[in-house]
């Protein structure tokens, strides 16, 4: 039970593109929103993330003459996935799901916004160095312990989760509130790095 003043509800980028119709539409994506909504009554204490990339954002394919969508490429910090345009500051598809509950959250983190470097972790973008702020806001509030929900499994959820546990915080990922892009073996690779690295995998019915 979420009945810790140390336990927060991280709820990860459940935004429009990644919903039906979006255009990173990831499957099944808006059945996360209320499985979400029902746990989030249960936390007092709920943080978001938003994914919020500049126009013309390195990781988006169409910035690369002649890449297409789902290429890997390498760049200065490694692999990086070319993605289609996606959660473009201030456009319908960066806001959040309109049936989500956000007005009780306590803070909005945005990532992903400097053009050159992509973010998936609500903690670091993806060189792994550049922090979003979000451990200490954490630490100075006292949060030990993340709940964590929403989309993409084995992108931004997996990466945020796994980054938890590397800055010491406990890590529970709610699979049912959680929906995967699932490419060339994504989602296996994050539930084995679950495994490895300590993070916790739960259903919404065992919180
Ligand atoms: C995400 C790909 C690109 C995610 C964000 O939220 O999982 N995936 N940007
Ligand atoms: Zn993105």
């Known amino acids: 039970m979420p009945e810790h003043d140390n336990d927060l509800f991280l709820i990860i980028d459940v935004q429009n593109d990644f919903c039906a119709g979006g255009n990173l539409a990831v499957p099944d994506g808006d059945a996360v929103v209320p499985v ?37 490429i390498e760049v200065a910090y490694g692999p990086q996935v070319l993605w289609p345009d996606h959660c473009v500051q201030g456009t319908d598809g960066a806001a959040f799901h309109p049936d989500l509950a956000v007005t009780g959250a306590e803070m909005i983190v945005r990532k992903g916004f400097r053009e050159q470097i992509d973010s998936y972790s609500a903690f670091f973008e993806n060189d792994q160095k550049t922090p979003t702020g979000l451990a200490g806001y954490l630490r100075e509030r006292g949060f030990s312990r993340l709940y964590i929900a929403g989309l993409a499994t084995d992108y931004c959820v997996a ?49």
Request: hydrophobic share 45%; aromatic share 8%; proline share 3%.
């Open 36 to 72: 979400i909504n029902a746990l989030g009554e249960r936390f007092p204490h709920r943080v978001l993330t938003q994914d919020w990339h500049p126009a013309g954002h390195a990781s988006f394919a169409s910035s690369h003459a002649g890449r297409s969508p789902f290429e890997l």
């Open 159 to 207: 990466y945020s989760a796994l980054d938890a546990r590397r800055l010491g915080f406990q890590a529970i990922v709610i699979d049912d509130a959680c929906r995967a892009i699932d490419l060339d073996g994504s989602l296996g690779a994050a539930l084995r790095q679950f495994e490895e690295a300590g993070v916790e995998l739960v259903t919404s019915h065992a919180v």
